[in-house]
């Protein structure tokens, strides 16, 4: 079946050092791919998204491309901030018949300063 | 414009009893989702709702929990009756077609 699988963590770093959090995944279609990011005591955020292949999706810092070669879609920031320190969630649908969306365990990260 | 919204943001009750979670999508979304997290398990599908019509409960753990979604503004996520292994965030989250699901802030349940 489909599924999602992320790098165990908790992942700790320094400020301003590089982020990369992997992220596989396996599914019978085309599935879209996102990062969601939670921070204590909320919901989770949608960080970033990609649709098809080769498609880079971005935002505050962070990408990550959507590689059906390799079935990967890992996370990447070049300078972390400590205000970044959350959990992040690897996620693909299959948007034909069914929109459900399968998570995967989550990676916690915490940056020092 | 308005986020899901969740209510009540804690709960804390006594094993044995009626728990009601409730989420007010956003306006417009037509998918509505529940889902748990706990520390063991993670975040876990319970049932999904398009246009206000179950689509998939197999997520649900027990018949303990059930969820309604009268119309498109409301749905709510019944335990009863409610046992300790039961605690847990519990997220409700909507979406529209090719869109990304938004989650609202979670309800944590305690039951003792």
């Known amino acids: 079946g489909d599924s999602v699988t992320q790098m165990e963590g908790p992942v700790t770093l320094s400020e301003e050092a590089f982020l990369t959090i992997n992220c596989t995944y396996t599914a019978t279609g085309y599935p879209s791919l996102f990062w969601y990011v939670q921070y204590p005591g909320e919901g989770l955020q949608l960080l970033l998204k990609a649709t098809k292949a080769d498609d880079k999706g971005s935002n505050k810092g962070f990408e990550a491309t959507y590689r059906k070669e390799t079935t990967s879609f890992h996370l990447e920031k070049g300078s972390v901030q400590v205000s970044d320190s959350a959990v992040y969630f690897c996620a693909l649908t299959l948007l034909s018949g069914t929109y459900k969306y399968i998570f995967g365990t989550g990676t916690r990260l915490k940056v020092l300063a | 414009d308005a986020g899901v919204i969740q209510s009540p943001r804690h709960e804390v009750t006594e094993m044995g009893q009626e728990v009601t979670l409730r989420c007010k999508p956003i306006?417009?979304?037509?998918?509505l989702f529940w889902y748990r997290q706990t520390m063991m398990r993670g975040l876990e599908l319970l049932i999904y709702f398009n246009n206000n019509v179950p689509i998939d409960d197999s997520g649900m753990p027990e018949d303990r929990f059930s969820a309604k979604m009268p119309n498109a503004s409301f749905s709510t996520l019944k335990i009863q009756p409610s046992e300790p292994r039961d605690s847990a965030v519990y997220f409700c989250a909507s979406s529209s077609v090719n869109q990304p699901q938004h989650f609202g802030d979670g309800t944590r349940l305690s039951i003792l």
């Open positions: 306006s417009g979304h037509d998918y």
